[in-house]
Structure formats: structure tokens, C-alpha cells
């Protein structure tokens, strides 16, 4: 029998479990850990409430969960319940599918003054992650600026400009889904750092934006390269790009502007005691595509700045780690690969933060195989699930079920709104006591 622990329990943790149960069959037992009551990470907590389409993809993993062989252990912190050295000894393999959850730094002047937030916290607020339930963002101001030309900044901007009748059918939280009812901004400024040909953002989440309920986008067509040059770009970017020009013909005839602002590099945000305005320079593209500064600077006024320029994985102690990538050292997701059980990882925690959810499924499946090739000549000596339980009742640590899970969430459905598929515990304490035991 081979023992493997998989650390996370988002997209990464459950397709490399799947994969586990395709490589091994009956002979495997994967503990699938995660910090929280509650599974699915970024799912739960990331992928925004308005694409439930996206969310659905939970279901497959619920399929893996309620196998026989796999089994899920919720609120147990790595580093704190138990170490990666103790799971190393419990079980054959351990696959760090931990994620990005932390924000990359702006590291500009006054990006610690209240109003200024990071793109994890905005997110995990909306979306009731219990570590930012309390954040309270300013939105009685006019104005946003949201920084970077990702899919996430879509994200938050979409959030920011959304009516609540467009939140009908989502899992937005209460206290977001009031507080947004509530807002005062008019103007989300969107801020690229260099072009239209650039952006990482996907045609289907930039085309929503073309059909809110009262927001249209405002581009500036002065910022594009010639509409021939379009032809360059491989097909999904031109996808893009044409909903943007098409953006340009809308007309701003809606209570809330969605202002794309490319070129756009953040200078400094001053304020006196809070947000009030970002300094942006001016930038041009060199001839490698990266930007730089033109001198010109301009100011976006702002009480909100919401900063979407990536994640890093948080290390963990005695796990070698890239800094400047935010992610574990590893090659070809192997950590570290010996006799006495292996160190994988897997999804952001092993490539950074790049990809759809689709992305981290081939990284489990190739994990799962290097695995196989590593434990040839081992594996059953290990006490896996056994072990840990004696490990973590010996410390007190109460290990959440998908048994429990499911109670929970059958608890959160039981109080949805009308036309919302549940309503999320924010509070880890609310979660447990859902379990109804
Ligand atoms: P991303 O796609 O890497 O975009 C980051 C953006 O931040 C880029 O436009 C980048 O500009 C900019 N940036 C980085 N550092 C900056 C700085 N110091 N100042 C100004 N701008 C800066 O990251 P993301 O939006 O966080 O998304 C992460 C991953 O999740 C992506 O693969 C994304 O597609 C995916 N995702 C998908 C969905 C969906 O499918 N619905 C939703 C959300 C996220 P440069 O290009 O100039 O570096």
C-alpha cells in the first residue's frame, strides 16, 4: 500500500489525488490536508461568485472525495499541526499543492496607507475567506483604481461595478454583497503598464464587461497600434483586443465607467491619512516590450486602490523556495525525491501563478507518475492515515471530515438567499459548528 499526503485541497491537491487513484488503483491512500473546515480552496475562496460555471468544476473533486481511498482532512495547518519533516516520515509521497494565496507587493511609496489592498484580501473578502472577512474596503468614495491587466483585475472590477441584481444566482457573501449594494463608486480606472496587445486578460471575462447592467467600458483608442497589426497576435489575444476596440464604440450612457488606462505605470499613492489618489507615469513599450517611463505623469483620483499584479506561494519552513518566482524550488514539480518518501509539488505551488483551473490537472498527473517511477522499489512501510490520526489526537487537533464538509455545506445552502446556491459561513467557528455533531 503507498501513503500519500496531499497538502491543499484546491484544484492542484484534487486532481493530483484523481491522478493518484488512476496511477495505483486499490493500492494507494491519499489524505488530501487542508488548513480550512472547508475544501476546494481556490475555488471557494478565488474564482469569483458571479462564475459559477467555474465552480461547478467542484463536483468532479467531490467525486475523488467520496472515494474510498481518498480521504479529506480539513482543518489541519502544516507547520502548526503537523511538520512537512512529520509527514515525510507518515507517508511515502507529500505533493505541496498549497497555492498563491499571498499578494505580491506594489513596493511603491504609500502602499501601506488604509484604502490601499491587495488582490488576495479583495478577493478573500468577497468571497469569505475567514483571514479577510473583516476588511471593510472604503467604497464610499468615487473612485477606484484597479492595478495590472490580468483576469483578476476583470475580476475585481466586474465585482466593483456589478448591481445586486446581477448578483442574483451567485455565492457573493452577505457583508459584500451589502456593502457593494452600497457603494459610491462611479469610476473604476483599470491601469495596464504597457498596451492593448498586452493584456493577460481571457476574451470571455473582457466581453462581459461590454454587457453590465450599469457599467460600460471606456477605452482610448489613441492607446492602440494600428487595427492591421491585430493580425499578429495569436487567436485568443485578437479575440481580446476586438472586444476592446470594440469598447470604444459604446456609448457612457450608464451610471459606472469601467476606464481602461494603459500605459499606466504606479508611481506613489498620497493621501492625507488614507488613499486618495495614485500617481501614474506615462510609458512606452521598448523594443524587447517592456515598459518604461516616458517622464509624463498623470493623477488618477482614487479613495480605493486594489492591486492584482500576482501571487506568491507562502514557503514553509526547511522547503527550498524561489524568491523572486514566489514558488517552491523544483524540477519538473520534484522537490526532492529519496528513498525515505518524496517532496513534490504541484499547480501554483510548483509553476507560480499562471493558467486556468484546466492548467494544474497535467501537474498532478505527472506528479502521480514520478511517484510511480520513485516508489518502485519502496513503499508499505509507512503508516500514512493511521499515524497521523495517532499524531494529531495526541495534539489535540480536531480533524474536519467530508462527512462534516458536507453537512456544512448542506447548512449553508438551508440559508441562501433566494436565487444564491448557499450562503457561506465566513467564521471557522461557524463552520464547525455546522457540523452538527
Ligand atoms: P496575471 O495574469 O499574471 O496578470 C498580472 C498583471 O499584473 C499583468 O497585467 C502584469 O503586467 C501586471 N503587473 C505585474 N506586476 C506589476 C507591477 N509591478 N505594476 C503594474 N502592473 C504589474 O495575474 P492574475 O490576474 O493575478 O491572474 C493569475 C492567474 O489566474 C492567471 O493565469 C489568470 O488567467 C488566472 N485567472 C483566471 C480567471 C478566469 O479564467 N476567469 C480569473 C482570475 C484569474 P505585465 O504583463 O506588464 O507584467
Known amino acids: 500500500m503507498r501513503h500519500v499526503a496531499v497538502i491543499g485541497s484546491g484544484p492542484a491537491g484534487y486532481y493530483s489525488a484523481e491522478a493518484l487513484q488512476k496511477q495505483f488503483g486499490d493500492d494507494v491512500r491519499v489524505d488530501v490536508i487542508d488548513r480550512m473546515p472547508v475544501p476546494y480552496g481556490l475555488i471557494?475562496?478565488?474564482?469569483?461568485?458571479?462564475?459559477?460555471?467555474?465552480?461547478?468544476?467542484?463536483?468532479?473533486?467531490?467525486?475523488?472525495?467520496?472515494?474510498?481511498?481518498?480521504?479529506?482532512?480539513?482543518?489541519?495547518?502544516?507547520?502548526?499541526?503537523?511538520?512537512?519533516?512529520?509527514?515525510?516520515?507518515?507517508?511515502?509521497?507529500?505533493?505541496?499543492?498549497?497555492?498563491?494565496?499571498?499578494?505580491?507587493?506594489?513596493?511603491?511609496?504609500?502602499?501601506?496607507?488604509?484604502?490601499?489592498?491587495?488582490?488576495?484580501?479583495?478577493?478573500?473578502?468577497?468571497?469569505?475567506?475567514?483571514?479577510?472577512?473583516?476588511?471593510?474596503?472604503?467604497?464610499?468614495?468615487?473612485?477606484?483604481?484597479?492595478?495590472?491587466?490580468?483576469?483578476?483585475?476583470?475580476?475585481?472590477?466586474?465585482?466593483?461595478?456589478?448591481?445586486?441584481?446581477?448578483?442574483?444566482?451567485?455565492?457573493?457573501?452577505?457583508?459584500?454583497?451589502?456593502?457593494?449594494?452600497?457603494?459610491?463608486i462611479r469610476r473604476?480606472?483599470?491601469?495596464?503598464?504597457?498596451?492593448?496587445?498586452?493584456?493577460?486578460?481571457?476574451p470571455k471575462e473582457l466581453g462581459e464587461?461590454?454587457?453590465?447592467?450599469?457599467?460600460?467600458p471606456e477605452v482610448d483608442l489613441e492607446d492602440f497600434p494600428p487595427a492591421l497589426d491585430d493580425a499578429l497576435l495569436e487567436p485568443g489575444q485578437r479575440k481580446s483586443v476586438t472586444y476592446l476596440r470594440e469598447f470604444a464604440s459604446l456609448t457612457p450612457d450608464k451610471a459606472?465607467?469601467?476606464?481602461?488606462?494603459?500605459?499606466?505605470?504606479?508611481?506613489?499613492?498620497e493621501g492625507e491619512g488614507r488613499a486618495?489618489?495614485?500617481?501614474?507615469?506615462?510609458?512606452?513599450?521598448?523594443?524587447?516590450?517592456?515598459?518604461?517611463?516616458?517622464?509624463?505623469?498623470?493623477?488618477?483620483?482614487?479613495?480605493?486602490?486594489?492591486?492584482?499584479i500576482g501571487y506568491k506561494t507562502p514557503p514553509i519552513e526547511g522547503v527550498?523556495?524561489?524568491?523572486?518566482?514566489?514558488?517552491?524550488?523544483?524540477?519538473g514539480g520534484v522537490i526532492e525525491a529519496g528513498p525515505n518518501?518524496?517532496?513534490?509539488?504541484?499547480?501554483?505551488?510548483?509553476?507560480?501563478?499562471?493558467?486556468?483551473?484546466?492548467?494544474?490537472?497535467?501537474?498532478?498527473?505527472?506528479?502521480?507518475?514520478k511517484i510511480a517511477a520513485d516508489l518502485a522499489a519502496v513503499g508499505g512501510r509507512k503508516s500514512g492515515r493511521a499515524g497521523l490520526d495517532t499524531l494529531l489526537d495526541s495534539r489535540g487537533v480536531e480533524l474536519v471530515t467530508f462527512r462534516d464538509w458536507q453537512r456544512i455545506e448542506a447548512a449553508e445552502a438551508a440559508r441562501a438567499r433566494a436565487g444564491s446556491p448557499r450562503e457561506k459561513f465566513v467564521a471557522i467557528e461557524e463552520m464547525l459548528g455546522a457540523r452538527g455533531r
Open 209 to 216: 464587461l461590454g454587457h453590465l447592467e450599469d457599467a460600460v
Open 276 to 308: 486618495e489618489r495614485l500617481i501614474v507615469e506615462k510609458t512606452r513599450l521598448d523594443d524587447r516590450g517592456a515598459a518604461v517611463g516616458t517622464g509624463e505623469t498623470y493623477a488618477v483620483e482614487c479613495g480605493l486602490v486594489v492591486s492584482c
Open 320 to 331: 527550498p523556495y524561489e524568491e523572486d518566482r514566489g514558488r517552491f524550488a523544483n524540477s
Open 256 to 269: 459606472r465607467t469601467i476606464v481602461f488606462d494603459f500605459f499606466a505605470r504606479p508611481l506613489r499613492i
Open 44 to 184: 471557494r475562496f478565488g474564482v469569483a461568485p458571479d462564475h459559477q460555471s467555474i465552480k461547478a468544476v467542484s463536483r468532479r473533486y467531490e467525486k475523488v472525495a467520496l472515494s474510498d481511498n481518498v480521504r479529506f482532512c480539513g482543518n489541519v495547518l502544516v507547520g502548526r499541526d503537523v511538520t512537512v519533516p512529520e509527514l515525510l516520515e507518515l507517508y511515502d509521497a507529500v505533493i505541496l499543492a498549497t497555492g498563491a494565496p499571498n499578494d505580491r507587493p506594489l513596493g511603491i511609496p504609500g502602499d501601506d496607507l488604509p484604502g490601499v489592498i491587495g488582490s488576495a484580501a479583495f478577493v478573500g473578502w468577497y468571497n469569505g475567506h475567514p483571514e479577510f472577512a473583516g476588511l471593510d474596503p472604503p467604497l464610499d468614495v468615487a473612485a477606484a483604481a484597479v492595478i495590472g491587466n490580468g483576469n483578476v483585475a476583470l475580476d475585481v472590477a466586474r465585482i466593483l461595478a456589478k448591481t445586486p441584481h446581477e448578483f442574483v444566482g451567485s455565492d457573493i457573501v452577505a457583508h459584500a454583497f451589502g456593502a457593494l449594494g452600497n457603494s459610491a
Open 188 to 202: 473604476i480606472h483599470v491601469l495596464g503598464r504597457r498596451g492593448p496587445h498586452q493584456i493577460a486578460m481571457t
Open 341 to 369: 518518501g518524496g517532496l513534490y509539488c504541484v499547480g501554483w505551488a510548483r509553476r507560480g501563478p499562471s493558467g486556468t483551473i484546466g492548467t494544474n490537472r497535467p501537474d498532478g498527473y505527472e506528479v502521480a507518475e
